[in-house]
């Protein structure tokens, strides 16, 4: 399928706003639907939309068939098994879920937990809420505020006492890519475990746990053209073995008794409950639709866009990108950026006059925002995906001059 004219095939960019065409620039809050992914979901309860493994007509089976697929074809898409691949809300209840089900064992000697200062407060306050409540130490490594990169010196605060690395494979304020090779190779030297933030990194390049040697890693549906409500947890099956059940419920076990419980095997350990079965379907169909552009297309074109816009604003007059300035360095999907003197909502909101969406604020990443000490500790952050054009990215930097304007600050 070529990426050329992709957006045609997505239903919510044909909107206009205030008068213009949308410029969405916001795909790294959540992206939006193809017709494809649309139509998957309104197939599968129109057609087989009963419970799945609990009913014997052919409705259930049906479901019971379609569910366990979009299973084994979200395990497929990440180079993992599908006993390895948990269906969840979203990323941050992924996240939760690891940590629930780790801390108490891992954590009650104590210990550290260590995380880049550039995490999303979903694989940040977890771990700050379970050290806390263990007694164990949430070590953070600084990552370099010019380029996002972690120096090497960062990293020997993981040590002999560390039980969990968690990090952003690509981080949703920066957009750098973060040395998970090294990360991981890091903490397997002291013993610890690692867990992958994936969100930001799934819709934009071909993950492979097995390669990356991850033990945990967490995604969200919505950021890669699938449904919101459905995400995934995957862990490696022998860990996934060895841990407790997060929730407790229908389709979890194996057998009650009035005063024991036996539970099933992952994955269904951790999904108690009816399962999200059209959010499985959506997933899967945003992963399928994904793989027919392919990964090669996607990068390419999101390269170019990227370069485009970083040497775009770089041009302009009194906008200033965070972190790496450099328009051929290393990033996915998103581009930070602040308007000198503009309160980046203030922004937003003019922006959004010119039918341009993009996000505004601390990005759930206070932290992150507090250290790099950006104006008013808050940024603008265009992002992209495989709908946008040279065409948004240059509405985007013709309207951008005209917010300081707006508010009575010149050019
Ligand atoms: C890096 C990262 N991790 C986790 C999340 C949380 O995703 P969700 O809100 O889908 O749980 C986000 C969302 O923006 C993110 O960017």
């Excluded at 992963?287 to 552009?293: N, R, V, Y």
């Excluded at 040497?311 to 302009?316: C, E, V």
């Amino acid at each position: 399928m070529s990426i050329d004219g992709i957006h045609e095939k997505f239903p919510a960019l044909r909107q206009t706003v205030n008068g213009r065409r949308l410029v969405y620039l916001d795909s790294a809050a959540t992206s939006m639907r193809p017709r494809e992914v649309l139509d998957a979901i309104g197939g599968f309860y129109s057609r087989d939309g009963a419970n799945p493994h609990r009913g014997l007509y052919d409705m259930a089976q049906r479901s019971t068939e379609v569910y366990d697929g979009a299973r084994a074809a979200m395990a497929g898409f990440i180079g993992a098994d599908a006993e390895e691949m948990v269906f969840t809300r979203n990323a941050s209840e992924s996240l939760n879920i690891i940590a629930y089900c780790l801390a108490p064992e891992l954590l009650k000697n104590g210990g550290n937990i260590v995380i880049p200062i550039s995490e999303h407060h979903s694989n940040l306050v977890p771990w700050q809420v379970f050290a806390k409540r263990y007694g164990a130490e949430l070590r953070y490594m600084y990552v370099d505020r010019e380029t996002g990169e972690l120096p090497d010196a960062e990293l020997l605060k993981i040590d002999g006492e560390t039980k969990i690395v968690a990090f952003a494979h690509v981080s949703n304020v920066l957009g750098n890519l973060l040395p998970a090779e090294t990360l991981v190779s890091a903490a397997k030297d002291v013993g610890a475990l690692t867990v992958l933030d994936a969100a930001q990194s799934v819709p934009h390049f071909k993950l492979d746990m097995r390669a990356l040697g991850v033990d945990f890693a967490a995604f969200s549906g919505h950021k890669m053209y699938g449904p919101m409500g459905i995400g995934a947890l995957y862990g490696r099956r022998k860990l996934l073995e060895t841990m407790p059940p997060f929730l407790f419920g229908g389709d979890m076990i194996e057998d009650v008794r009035e005063q024991e419980t036996d539970f099933l095997p992952p994955p269904s350990r951790f999904e108690a409950g009816t399962q999200n079965a059209g959010g499985a379907v959506g997933i899967a169909a945003a992963a399928a639709f994904i793989e027919k552009i392919g990964f090669d297309a996607i990068e390419k074109r999101e390269k170019a866009l990227l370069r485009r816009l970083v040497a775009g604003l770089n041009s302009l007059k009194n906008v200033t990108v965070i972190g790496n300035r450099d328009e051929n360095a290393e990033r996915y999907g998103v581009v930070p950026f602040n308007i000198r003197g503009v309160h980046p909502h203030d922004a937003a909101t003019i922006l959004n006059e010119y039918g341009i969406a993009v996000r505004a604020g601390k990005h759930c990443a206070h932290p992150l925002l507090t250290y790099l000490g950006a104006e008013f500790n808050a940024c603008c952050r265009a992002s992209l995906g495989v709908y946008n054009t040279e065409e948004d990215v240059d509405k985007l930097l013709e309207a951008i001059p005209e917010v300081r304007r707006r508010m009575n600050l010149g050019d």
